[in-house]
C-alpha cells in the first residue's frame, strides 16, 4: 500500500507463518514435556521455563480447588470495591469542582 495511492498495492504482508511455527513449536515442548515427565518424577527442574498458572488448576483436591478459587474471588472483590471507592472519590471531587466554578459565574 503506497502513500496517496503511490507505489505497488498488491502486495500482502502474511505473518502467520511466525506465529503457525512458534504454536507448532509450542505443541512440540509441551508433548516433550509430557514424554520427560514419564521417565523422572522430578521432570520440573528440568525445563524451567515450562512454568506457569496451569498447575493451579491442576491439582486433584477439590477442597483446594475450592479454596483457591474463593481465594480469587475475595481478591477481585476486594479490587473492584477499591476501584468503586476511587470512583466515589473522583465523583466527590468533580462535584466540588462544579460548585466552584458555579459560584464564579454569577
Given amino acids: 500500500m ?3 495511492g503511490f507505489g505497488k498495492k498488491d502486495k500482502v504482508l502474511d505473518l502467520t507463518e511466525g506465529y503457525k511455527r512458534q504454536v507448532a513449536k509450542a505443541e512440540q515442548m509441551k508433548q516433550a514435556q509430557r514424554d520427560s515427565s514419564d521417565a523422572s518424577p522430578f521432570s520440573f527442574f528440568d525445563s524451567p ?3 506457569g498458572s496451569s498447575d493451579d488448576m491442576d491439582s ?11 481465594k480469587r474471588i475475595m481478591d477481585m472483590t476486594e479490587k473492584l470495591e ?4 476511587q470512583l466515589y472519590h473522583l465523583q466527590q471531587r468533580v462535584e466540588v469542582l462544579e460548585r466552584k466554578l458555579d459560584i464564579r459565574r454569577t
Fill in 2 to 4: 503506497g502513500l496517496f
Fill in 49 to 51: 521455563a515450562a512454568t
Fill in 60 to 70: 486433584s483436591d477439590p477442597e483446594e480447588r475450592k479454596k483457591k478459587l474463593a
Fill in 82 to 85: 477499591d476501584i468503586s471507592n
